[in-house]
């Protein structure tokens, strides 16, 4: 018997479609994938579930009943909670792992007024318990990484006897290691009778945890997969046209050494290693959260430094102070958080998409503080149509474009002006199969320059590069490889 029935489900936001007739089910007991584009419903879809949302039309049963939840805490009630994909939110920095898991019940006063730090950690023990987890409750809640934030979302879930647990991206700041214990975990809540409606860009999280797949795109429902799902018809539902599984090819090949490092150490007590880039030509590092594939490009770009070694920029010393003397040397980078890295904040001057590319270009841009015959607009025209950035105006708030489309006008910001390096960290986070094959493409096809990515991702890292080498303790390993079977392997 089903869980949830979804049918016909509308919702529209002004002009704006966000949902035009999407249908499901999710059965007792089953992990139901949810798939689709940036754009296509799933977040409206998952508010309304939510209780955040409510919807213009269709209906939605739950154990053969209407649910109309108006607030997130009625939609709690019922047996339906969502574990978000930031988890920043799930706990303050000063409380401890005990105090964290009892958090919603200080807030909506489920605790006695007198507490002792004894029944919060009975409490907090006893949610433990019941769902399986294993987290020391005196840690302070800062010490926890992403996993460990998750495990208390959910903790939480079941503590509120969630019939029906919403996933979002939950492997998105992950390790390999951790997203294989969340897999552990979510088969363990299956095996318990709990539905779950799992939202991953990742054909790994899915072909290892789903039981049936539905694709969204335009707000319907297009398509719906059993297991074993064929991810190249899925992806194709997504997108809506034929997959181009080959992958753009380099117009030249790859020329003289960019970027040559010897001997350099990233920390005192790491490895030297030594690594070339040739223009022309784009490397990928992948490895494990933490082995410092973010740290190399950090010091490429100068807000660290080299612990010892040489690093030389087409021939020439190279060791930049400061990002600033980065960019004026031809070094240019995309961090890993493009909220907080790229992007001014929302209701700000400069938080358009023209605004956002011509960001670092200004001293060059606006010689004695004018515009050179509206450079800024005209970058930001071709930039939509290079990129295909789905966007109204050059004008539109950076805000209310969705992630993949955020992450190419971060792109469009250094293809703006030449370089000669471009560092990428993590630039497939959050991005859907269909704005990742286009920034794929605008990677490979501008050649001019050299391009070294850093991604936890293998299936990414392959996708794109050239060379893959993994990284590990803050060192590269000897032997650049390219092989799948050998990279996982070194990996994990």
């Known amino acids: 018997?089903?869980?949830?029935?979804?049918?016909?489900?509308?919702?529209?936001?002004?002009?704006?479609?966000?949902?035009?007739?999407?249908?499901?089910?999710?059965?007792?007991?089953?992990?139901?994938?949810?798939?689709?584009?940036?754009?296509?419903?799933?977040?409206?879809?998952?508010?309304?579930?939510?209780?955040?949302?409510?919807?213009?039309?269709?209906?939605?049963?739950?154990?053969?009943?209407?649910?109309?939840?108006?607030?997130?805490?009625?939609?709690?009630?019922?047996?339906?909670?969502?574990?978000?994909?930031?988890?920043?939110?799930?706990?303050?920095?000063?409380?401890?792992?005990?105090?964290?898991?009892?958090?919603?019940?200080?807030?909506?006063?489920r605790q006695p007024f007198f507490l002792t730090g004894r029944s919060v950690r009975r409490t907090a023990?006893?949610?433990?318990?019941?769902?399986?987890?294993?987290?020391?409750?005196?840690?302070?809640?800062?010490?926890?990484?992403?996993?460990?934030?998750?495990?208390?979302a959910i903790a939480r879930a079941l503590a509120m006897k969630a019939q029906l647990l919403i996933l979002d991206e939950p492997t998105a700041s992950l390790s390999t290691e951790e997203a294989g214990r969340l897999y552990?975990?979510?088969?363990?809540?299956?095996?318990?009778?709990?539905?779950?409606?799992?939202?991953?860009?990742?054909?790994?999280?899915?072909?290892?945890?789903?039981?049936?797949?539905?694709?969204?795109?335009?707000?319907?429902?297009?398509?719906?997969?059993?297991?074993?799902?064929?991810?190249?018809?899925?992806?194709?539902?997504?997108?809506?046209?034929?997959?181009?599984?080959?992958?753009?090819q380099a117009r030249t090949t790859p020329g003289a050494t960019v970027l040559d490092l010897r001997a350099v150490r990233l920390r005192p007590d790491s490895e030297p290693f030594d690594l070339q880039l040739l223009e022309g030509e784009v490397v990928a590092i992948t490895g494990v959260l933490g082995a410092g594939k973010s740290r190399l490009l950090s010091c490429l770009f100068g807000s660290h430094r080299f612990t010892s070694g040489e690093a030389f920029l087409d021939g020439k010393p190279y060791a930049p102070r400061h990002p600033a003397e980065a960019i004026a040397a031809g070094v240019v980078m995309a961090a890993e958080d493009r909220h907080r890295s790229s992007l001014m904040p929302r209701d700000w001057p400069g938080e358009t998409i023209a605004a956002t590319i011509s960001l670092p270009h200004l001293p060059r841009w606006y010689p004695r503080g004018l515009m050179l015959s509206g450079r800024e607009n005209r970058e930001a025209v071709k930039a939509i149509g290079r990129l295909g950035i789905k966007a109204q105006s050059p004008h539109q708030s950076i805000w209310a474009l969705s992630g993949g489309n955020q992450q190419k006008v971060v792109l469009a910001r250094w293809e703006a002006e030449p370089s000669r390096l471009?560092?990428?960290?993590?630039?497939?986070?959050?991005?859907?199969?269909?704005?990742?094959?286009?920034i794929i493409a605008a990677i490979r096809t501008e050649r001019s320059r050299a391009t070294l990515i850093a991604t936890s991702d293998t299936e990414e890292a392959l996708e794109v590069a050239d060379r893959v080498i993994v990284m590990d303790h803050h060192s590269l390993r000897a032997t650049p490889v390219n092989d799948a079977d050998a990279i996982l392997e070194t990996v994990a």
Do not use: C, W
């Open 184 to 248: 552990q975990t979510v088969l363990g809540l299956k095996a318990r009778g709990i539905s779950v409606l799992y939202i991953s860009h990742r054909t790994a999280d899915i072909a290892a945890l789903a039981d049936r797949a539905a694709v969204l795109r335009g707000g319907r429902t297009v398509a719906a997969f059993k297991r074993p799902i064929h991810f190249d018809e899925a992806i194709e539902a997504m997108i809506g046209r034929p997959l181009n599984a080959a992958r753009p």
């Open 422 to 438: 471009m560092l990428l960290d993590e630039p497939f986070q959050g991005v859907d199969v269909g704005a990742r094959q286009d």
């Open 1 to 109: 018997m089903s869980l949830i029935e979804i049918e016909n489900l509308h919702r529209s936001f002004g002009s704006t479609r966000a949902l035009a007739g999407a249908s499901l089910t999710i059965d007792r007991g089953e992990i139901l994938a949810l798939m689709g584009a940036n754009g296509a419903g799933k977040s409206t879809l998952v508010k309304i579930l939510s209780g955040v949302q409510i919807a213009d039309s269709g209906s939605i049963r739950m154990n053969g009943r209407t649910y109309a939840p108006k607030t997130p805490a009625e939609a709690a009630a019922l047996g339906v909670v969502t574990v978000h994909q930031s988890t920043d939110l799930v706990g303050i920095p000063d409380l401890t792992v005990a105090d964290a898991l009892l958090l919603n019940h200080f807030v909506d006063g």
């Open 125 to 152: 023990a006893a949610m433990l318990r019941e769902a399986q987890f294993d987290l020391p409750l005196d840690l302070r809640f800062s010490e926890l990484g992403p996993a460990g934030r998750q495990l208390i």
